[in-house]
């Protein structure tokens, strides 16, 4: 939370008053939230009322807030502005470099965990004259930053900046003990402080107690009784006014004790449309309060939880609520902490909310800026019932999948789940019958892959709405396509509850009486902080977690991260975690009997990366594991050793079951069309991998050798137009490994390719292949992948035989395709046939060549046969407003260097072409188009389409979203 000089509370909405309306004839301060956010002094800052134009000396009393700094000997103040120019919460001219020894943010020690530093507020951040100071904005940390001094709740700490000529300014000084949660009998010293000479008068409850002029007002108090106490003043000189309230809660012997109905879920259960009941497992708690909208934030005795415990849920009924409104709310726990419910469907956010998109979450409820800090958890009494259109799915068989894996948020630029439903037609062209998608559960921030959660029952709202996300699940289903969500149970990050709510925070790690996370994790490639599986607690809230998105969002499979990671038996050698775990066996048994009692044929997907006997053990329970066989394929690829990728088949791990998903490539590897255009082999006679046409072939040929072979596939989002932008490749451009989780560019235009859209239509054809005949299911098939030159794949089936050979190498060879029996064969890609009578006579292949046989004709398929490129057309930038476009004008701009004809393309996501037209004669100059006159755009349905600008001097493609109410 933000600070007022000394307390830990938001006051930017009054100084922003001061200085922007500069009111000094009468100004009434309203109530300030309330007691709990009257925290310790954190810091202190002298003078009391600093200018811009002040030296100013900041103490920060490292015992307060989350105490993160406690016993540190050098503290250093990592710190920025709050300028007129900020975004909310954004720092301006931050000074510090973070985990180092920055002498410029050197603190002094002055003892008793106490430091400071001594500045020129201006000259020091370097703020220019016409740009007003609004606050400072610390964060406290050791040299390396691994240890932090922040608010309770984890926040960054504020103090305001004032301009010196507001008028009365006045505030109390003092914070209640405890954080305004007192026991019967605490003594208060109220401080209240003036910017100037006043009269100053305190009243509790309404009764005035103490009155004294001066710039300060101290006044002894004991509470004697239970309940609420209004602490109020006013200050008045002869020409200001200024009041302002503290609340401070007495509290009665103990919680009540009522039990926690056993009909009822930790979580927010909804009794009906009015009413409510909240349930909080949390051990070992002294109080817990409920705040929201409902009681305005307020810490009110009527709204303490009660107790149960045999089972350990504080828990609450609320009752006379307004059914279709959301209502925001948090527990404040022990009167420190303040958390949203842990099972909660929606948060919102104070800093990261403000940039999701109107058009992507329309009416998202604002966060209560100025009435609470951190997360808050939403809910409405009336659950919203989605009516799907799709109730007698047919799931596809496991050993047809093929998986699209796909991050929302770098699948479009406009990061949506309409974007996603406005492609599943060309994922289904495509041959997709399932789509992963990677987390969407609520993580931190916006921009992330999702594998830092922080609120695993809650939709991440960045993409979306939660009917958005149904209608996602509704509309693949209608096309006979699963959807799998890739689900974080190994690890939770530190803004969940389940962390603060047991946090040592001078360790910044889980408590020792964490109830569902390890102190320390017990694996060696842990991120976040390690769930216990062992506990009871962890194992009823995963199942609360895998049960509820089976239920509310209707999705076909989970894909666990890091299931490895289930196991408390710790290790920090890799090989020694990869071994057999019969714990950890037992652990995910468990967890799938609790997800096959919702829905019996679910797909669990592991990404486990353990011993192939302890595999096979999971398989045999019918789970799927993934098969990382990215760095085989990429040697076959760029024509390297190392190349023999045969453990793609289930049968090579000892699976009895075809449960083993085959993978080239993931999220997490590099891709291999960068490798082959970086480090590819090249050969005599021009042949070079790293040339893009061959390049591109060099994936059709591993496509050839990885569809085919039987079991279910995956493969990662624009695998299948050759996308070779690296994993590490920045925003800036630049490669580096910094940037690995960074956004990635769509490359949608790559469509607009040839020798591109061929391999659309290679990868395209071999699933069609693969998922059509029952051949490519057998369990009767020869690999042989073992050479690093040539491969070959034999298949045997009832109705159809068929024989796969291909030249790796970089030079034309003669290759035995050993053919299993003679008689015809047919090239499946080119149509025509061979008659074989020496099974052995080799094939004179090209490099990079490939040959499909079946023994059955098959139909062609519908392949460009040339690969010359576009002509090289200079580049034309083209700027196209408003996008997205919902009606009226669509406005195309451009500056033509030379005057020429003119056409303009649409075509939609798919590659079909909806509308064209030659547009004449343009000449030099700025161009300015009106697309409504040339084009209908009104018969546009929503979703995105290409503009392609073609002259006869430079094209362009650029993107258009089209919305339609």
Known sequence: MKNLIILEFDLNFLYMFFARFRIVTSLFIPLIYGFSLLNAQIITVEPLFPTADDT????????????????????????GVITDLSNPGQWRYVVGNWGTDDPRVRMTNIGDNKHQITYHMRSFYGVPVNEQILEMAFVFRNV??????????????????????????AFFESSPPFGGIVEVGTEYEVVIGASSDAVIELSINGSLVAIDTGTQLRFDYEFLAAGNYVLSFTAYDEVDTVSAEQLVLTLPSGPEQRAFPD???????????????????????????????????DVLLDYMLYFDSDSDVWWFELSGLDSITEYAFQYLVDGAIRVADPY??????????????????????PYPHGKTEGIVG???????VYEWQITDFERPAIEDLVIYELLVRDFSEERSFQVVIDSLDYLKSLGINAIELLPVNEFEGNISWGYNPSFHMALDKFYGRPEDLKRLVDEAHARGMAVIVD???????????LCQLYWDSQNFRPAPDNPWLNVTARHPFNVGYDFNHESEATQYWADRIMTYWIEEYNIDGYRFDLSKGFTQNFTSDVGEWSAYDASRIRLLKRMADVIREVDEDFYIILEHFAVDEEER???????????NMYHNYKQASMSYSGSNFNRVSYKQRGFNDPHLIGYMESHDEERIMYENLQFGNSGSNGYDIRELPTALKRKELVNVFFYTIPGPKMLWQFGEFGYDYSI?????????EDCKLDIKPTAWEYLEVPERQRLFQVTSALIHLKQKHDVFRTEDFELDLGARFWKRIRLFGDDMNVNIVGNFDVETRDINPVFPHGGRWYDYFTGDSIEVTNVNAPINMLPGEYRLYTTVQLEKPDITTSVGFVPSYQHIDIELFPNPYIGNQLILKFNAENPGELAIRIQDINGRTVDQAVLGHVDSGPVHLNLNRFFHLDRLSSGTYFITLLSEHGMAVEKVMVIRE
């Open 378 to 384: 939403v809910f409405r009494p009336k659950r919203e």
């Open 144 to 169: 390396d930053g691994s240890r932090e001094g922040k608010t309770e709740n984890g926040g960054d700490i504020f103090t305001p900046v004032f301009e010196g000529d507001e008028g009365l300014i």
């Open 56 to 79: 100013v000396t900041i103490t920060f009393d490292a015992t307060q807030g989350n105490a993160g700094l406690v016993g540190v000997d050098q503290v250093y103040a990592h710190t």
């Open 728 to 736: 590490f490749h920045c925003p800036g451009g630049g490669v580096s």
């Open 617 to 627: 053990e999971l398989s045999d329970y019918g789970m799927l594991l993934w098969g």
């Open 263 to 297: 009909t009822l879920l930790h979580g927010i259960n909804h009794i009906n449309d009015s009413t409510v009941v909240f349930g909080l497992y949390a051990p070992d708690k002294e109080h817990i309060f409920l705040i929201g909208d409902f009681n305005d934030w």
């Open 344 to 365: 909660s469907e929606m948060v919102l956010d104070p800093v990261h909310d403000q940039f999701i998109p109107e058009t992507t979450f329309p009416g998202l409820k």
């Open 487 to 497: 689900i974080v149970l190994n690890h939770a990050f530190s803004q969940s509850p």
